[in-house]
């Protein structure tokens, strides 16, 4: 119903910056929530950053302050700005949409995007 295409992903000395792109396409209505998620090798999927209906942004306490969540709704595209990257923040980036549709949510995942950040 929904496809989701993540751009933006390479490699970074530590301190710089990238910018990751997801576009959706399909049976966009009823979203709720967009968000950016991150998986470390030998680690769980943990969430980054999200954007709640009514523009609320929520971020985890590692990207507080470096990283910004933002949305066009023009272009179905969320974005995610990532500046000062540490080693830690290399990953795995996925993005996501929530749907809430007949009492039930529906999430999509963009294919990831890997950011990898060297000393």
């Known amino acids: 119903q929904v496809q989701l295409v993540e751009s933006g992903g390479g490699l970074v000395q530590a301190g710089g910056s990238l910018r990751l792109s997801c576009a959706a396409s399909?049976?966009?209505?009823?979203?709720?929530?967009v968000g950016w998620y991150r998986q470390a090798p030998g680690k769980q999927r943990e969430l980054v950053a999200t954007?709640?209906?009514?523009?609320?942004?929520n971020y985890t306490d590692s990207v507080k302050g470096r990283f910004t969540i933002s949305r066009d709704n023009a272009k179905n595209t969320v974005y995610l700005q990532m500046n000062s990257l540490k080693p830690e923040d290399t990953a795995v980036y996925y993005c996501?949409?929530?749907?809430?549709?007949?009492?039930?949510?529906?999430?999509?995942w963009g294919q990831g995007t890997q950011v990898t950040v060297s000393s």
């Open positions: 996501n949409f929530r749907k809430y549709y007949y009492s039930k949510n529906y999430d999509y």
């Open positions: 399909g049976s966009i209505s009823s979203i709720i929530a």
């Open positions: 954007i709640i209906s009514g523009g609320r942004q």
